[in-house]
């Protein structure tokens, strides 16, 4: 296992999400109108960010949050418990006599899925990121990472953070108003399995990957999480531009193909006993979790879409409407869903090298609750931006800290600490 925390700080800066969450575990999702009782009842911290920032906090880092709290207990738990984790929490608003933002989250054993309904503080206002706190937040910074949310004040931020050579990682999540304004700004993304589609209006997953990639021509790399079932990342050349200059000679693949044959490559790898090939980490219960494989095309490829599966315009742009739609519903927000869609845009076929990773190996009945899963891999990855470890890098350790987590309710305390890692995840 690994030693203690990095012998230089290296301060990373994240602005979005932080509140409280209520945690309710029961035995199965509940039918309407029915009745039953909590196996278990826990607040805890919560909000994409500062789980996000947690994470990295134990790899190491020093994270500082930016964000917009209530000035209520609620909100004083909220600094207390990032206080204890080591989050820096000098740039946080708190709103006079408003509530902090918090999340009602049920957690089904059963079906090992949790439902989270959120409710939300007070909006953080572009003019409320004073120069002072910019400042403040970006001095000595390393990176900035933006969860998506807050994002008229989040834009700001980051344009701040490029004019001064910082690098900035986003996350797409789901569609919100001004993400895409934000993504733009980004020289690195992390994004949900469904976000490609839901933002590109196209339900084939490599279609919707590669068309997502090729709308952000100044991201550097793209990984996008699948939960279960691994990571695939997107890797631009050093350039940036995504070509060889050998047009003409370079590979092309059907990118649905190319992401299919690389798990398939990585699951032939494994041995007919399926033997784990790393221990990554051990739960507090002692559950011995592994490092998955990874498959890559070692070179530039030019991705190309799927024949006969990509959608005609007018079914892309109703796919993403309604995916807009539901976005606008699930955020209370029915009667703006405009302002949660994507415009229509041309597609050159990226060229970039793939690389697939699977998710950590740990037996079924170990996983206790999903909760975060997501935050804990970008966590994993701020970490190794930060210390300059490789995209791949932060696939295998991502998997294997995601994994972590998920033995523990809630999204924090099944976290590991830098010393409950092996040393080659690090």
Same mark, same amino acid.
């Given at each position: 296992?690994?030693?203690?925390?990095?012998?230089?700080?290296?301060?990373?800066?994240?602005?979005?999400?932080?509140?409280?969450?209520?945690?309710?575990?029961?035995?199965? *999702? +509940?039918?309407?109108?029915?009745?039953?009782?909590?196996?278990?009842?826990?607040?805890?911290?919560?909000?994409?960010?500062?789980?996000?920032? &947690?994470?990295?906090?134990? #790899?190491?880092?020093?994270? %500082?949050?930016?964000?917009?709290?209530?000035?209520?207990?609620?909100?004083?738990?909220?600094?207390?418990?990032?206080?204890?984790?080591?989050?820096?929490?000098?740039?946080?608003?708190?709103?006079?006599?408003?509530?902090? +933002? =918090?999340?009602?989250?049920?957690?089904?054993?059963?079906?090992?899925?949790?439902?989270?309904?959120?409710? +939300?503080?007070?909006? =953080?206002?572009?003019?409320?990121?004073?120069?002072?706190?910019?400042?403040?937040?970006?001095?000595?910074?390393?990176?900035? *990472?933006?969860?998506? $949310?807050?994002?008229?004040?989040?834009?700001?931020?980051?344009?701040?953070?490029?004019? $001064?050579?910082?690098?900035? #990682?986003?996350?797409?999540?789901?569609?919100?108003?001004?993400?895409? /304004?934000?993504?733009?700004?980004? /020289?690195?993304?992390?994004? !949900?399995?469904?976000?490609? !589609?839901? %933002?590109?209006?196209?339900?084939?997953?490599?279609?919707?990957?590669?068309?997502?990639?090729?709308?952000?021509?100044?991201?550097?790399?793209?990984?996008?999480?699948?939960?279960?079932?691994? !990571?695939?990342?997107?890797?631009?050349?050093?350039?940036?531009?995504?070509?060889?200059?050998?047009?003409?000679?370079?590979?092309?693949?059907?990118?649905?193909?190319?992401?299919?044959?690389?798990?398939?490559?990585?699951?032939?790898?494994?041995?007919?006993?399926?033997?784990?090939?790393?221990?990554?980490?051990?739960?507090?219960?002692? &559950?011995?979790?592994?490092?998955?494989?990874?498959?890559?095309?070692?070179?530039?490829? $030019?991705?190309?879409?799927?024949?006969?599966?990509?959608?005609?315009?007018?079914?892309?742009?109703?796919?993403?409407?309604?995916?807009?739609?539901?976005?606008?519903?699930?955020?209370?927000?029915?009667?703006?869903?405009?302002?949660?869609?994507?415009?229509?845009? +041309? =597609?050159?076929?990226?060229?970039?090298?793939?690389?697939?990773?699977?998710?950590?190996?740990?037996?079924? /009945?170990?996983?206790?609750? &999903? &909760?975060?899963?997501?935050?804990?891999?970008?966590?994993?990855?701020?970490?190794?931006?930060?210390?300059?470890?490789?995209?791949?890098?932060?696939? $295998?350790?991502?998997?294997?800290?995601?994994?972590?987590?998920?033995?523990?309710?809630?999204?924090?305390?099944?976290?590991? =600490?830098?010393?409950?890692?092996?040393?080659?995840?690090?």
């Amino acid at each position: 296992m690994a030693g203690g925390p990095l012998p230089n700080p290296i301060k990373v800066v994240g602005m979005g999400s932080a509140g409280i969450d209520y945690l309710a575990q029961v035995a199965s *999702y +509940p039918k309407p109108d029915e009745k039953l009782r909590t196996e278990r009842l826990e607040a805890q911290g919560g909000g994409n960010c500062g789980n996000a920032l &947690t994470a990295a906090a134990r #790899l190491g880092l020093s994270p %500082w949050i930016v964000t917009k709290i209530g000035d209520d207990s609620l909100g004083d738990g909220i600094i207390s418990e990032f206080q204890r984790d080591g989050v820096v929490t000098d740039c946080i608003l708190r709103a006079p006599g408003a509530p902090s +933002p =918090f999340t009602y989250i049920i957690v089904d054993r059963e079906g090992a899925t949790r439902t989270c309904i959120h409710t +939300p503080g007070e909006v =953080f206002n572009p003019s409320e990121l004073t120069l002072e706190l910019i400042n403040n937040a970006l001095n000595d910074a390393a990176l900035v *990472y933006f969860d998506g $949310r807050l994002t008229e004040a989040a834009v700001l931020l980051a344009k701040a953070a490029r004019s $001064r050579g910082i690098p900035v #990682l986003a996350e797409g999540e789901r569609l919100r108003p001004g993400l895409e /304004d934000l993504l733009q700004e980004a /020289d690195y993304v992390v994004t !949900s399995a469904h976000f490609p !589609s839901n %933002w590109t209006g196209e339900e084939c997953q490599g279609n919707a990957i590669i068309k997502t990639f090729a709308r952000l021509p100044k991201v550097k790399w793209m990984i996008t999480t699948l939960g279960k079932n691994g !990571s695939i990342l997107l890797e631009r050349r050093a350039d940036n531009t995504g070509t060889t200059g050998e047009s003409n000679s370079i590979k092309e693949g059907v990118a649905e193909d190319v992401f299919k044959n690389l798990f398939a490559e990585v699951e032939e790898k494994r041995s007919p006993r399926k033997e784990k090939t790393l221990r990554g980490c051990t739960s507090a219960d002692g &559950t011995e979790i592994f490092a998955g494989g990874v498959a890559t095309t070692t070179t530039a490829i $030019r991705l190309l879409l799927k024949q006969g599966i990509s959608e005609k315009d007018s079914d892309v742009v109703a796919s993403n409407a309604a995916a807009a739609a539901a976005a606008a519903a699930a955020n209370a927000d029915t009667g703006n869903s405009a302002a949660y869609a994507s415009q229509l845009a +041309p =597609f050159q076929p990226p060229e970039a090298i793939v690389t697939v990773s699977q998710a950590a190996h740990l037996p079924d /009945d170990a996983v206790l609750d &999903t &909760t975060g899963a997501g935050d804990a891999f970008i966590g994993s990855v701020l970490y190794c931006i930060a210390t300059g470890k490789s995209p791949q890098h932060a696939q $295998r350790l991502g998997a294997v800290v995601a994994a972590r987590k998920c033995t523990a309710l809630g999204a924090r305390p099944g976290l590991p =600490f830098r010393n409950d890692l092996a040393a080659a995840l690090l």
